[in-house]
């Protein structure tokens, strides 16, 4: 029997259903019928039989099966042990990431990576916006990146994050519904923008939620916009997450219905990763998947 044969007797006894096997295994019914058929007929007896709700292990299937997930894990270790013997005793990763989560996300993430795989070297590209980290990946400039971005032809994307985009003013703007603000209160206000590609995503909200607005002001970074706010020369919109670093006394609003950027790990399609590639990127993703949405109002409580 081979490793896929193990997989397929292991897929098939979990759900009791060969349609369902072949579902979660992206194989056809037929192809996993014939292997079945196959492996009974290298093996002598059979595996399964038919009940009136589907299939059950005979008593040799079930005597077999913990030496099948036995096989297959021993496997899994196998090819650990070889990633962690060429890769994760040496090797580096490039991630290119928006200045938000350098500064809330890549410190922890860097200092607990470090302490799993004190031979790999890090290098972090931070501040970048959308556009370039998607550039940098498709010159090969980097290994991933972090960025409100989707999937393409070249690049695919993992959803980790949705960061609410809210509009940030001054301590005494206050609007009809306590904490959530319209376009119609925001007309007489000046807009405050990042720079260039930096504002493509205020620029995305203002689209969705009908906001039209020229920028008076022009800001570059994340600390001078909300500065330029908190000293009641207009509004910004920017996310949540970009506020846990700022301490500028301000208020922030919610639109109606509430406006997200996506936050995903983007990654290269088709190109091999090194098992460092790997172990970093899966380290990501768990560090975001427990990571605690920002506070509805944290600049806020600073003033």
């Not at 470090?114 to 959308?130: C, D, Q, S, W």
């Not at 620029?203 to 906001?211: A, E, F, G, P, T």
Request: net charge negative; glycine share 6%; proline share 5%.
């Amino acid at each position: 029997m081979t490793l896929a044969d193990y997989v397929i007797f292991t897929a098939v006894a979990e759900h009791r259903n060969m349609t369902h096997a072949s579902e979660k295994l992206h194989l056809t019914r037929s192809a996993i019928s014939h292997a079945v058929s196959r492996m009974e007929q290298e093996l002598g007896f059979s595996l399964f039989i038919k009940t009136t709700h589907g299939i059950s292990l005979t008593t040799n299937g079930e005597m077999l099966l913990p030496l099948a997930y036995s096989v297959i894990q021993s496997h899994n270790h196998f090819h650990e042990t070889v990633s962690s013997i060429n890769g994760l005793d040496a090797g580096h990763v490039r991630l290119g990431t928006c200045s938000s989560t350098c500064i809330n996300w890549v410190p922890q993430l860097v200092h607990t990576f470090r302490t799993m795989y004190p031979a790999v070297e890090l290098h972090i590209f931070g501040g970048a916006n959308n556009a370039q980290i998607l550039a940098m990946l498709e010159k090969n400039e980097i290994d991933l990146g972090i960025a409100a971005a989707e999937s393409s032809g070249t690049i695919l994307a993992t959803r980790m994050y949705d960061d609410e985009m809210v509009c940030v003013t001054n301590t005494s703007f206050a609007t009809r519904t306590p904490g959530i603000v319209t376009p119609e209160e925001l007309a007489h206000m000046s807009l405050i923008l990042s720079d260039q590609d930096y504002g493509e995503e205020s620029r995305i909200v203002m689209n969705q939620v009908r906001l039209s607005a020229s920028p008076n002001i022009i800001a570059i970074d994340d600390a001078g916009l909300v500065a330029l706010v908190s000293a009641g020369l207009g509004y910004c919109i920017i996310g949540r997450l970009v506020l846990k670093a700022i301490t500028s006394p301000v208020r922030v609003f919610s639109f109606d219905p509430p406006q997200y950027r996506r936050l995903a790990l983007l990654e290269k399609r088709n190109l091999p990763s090194s098992p460092a590639i790997e172990a970093f990127k899966e380290h990501i993703l768990r560090f975001v998947e427990t990571y605690p949405n920002p506070p509805e109002d944290p600049a806020a409580a600073a003033g």
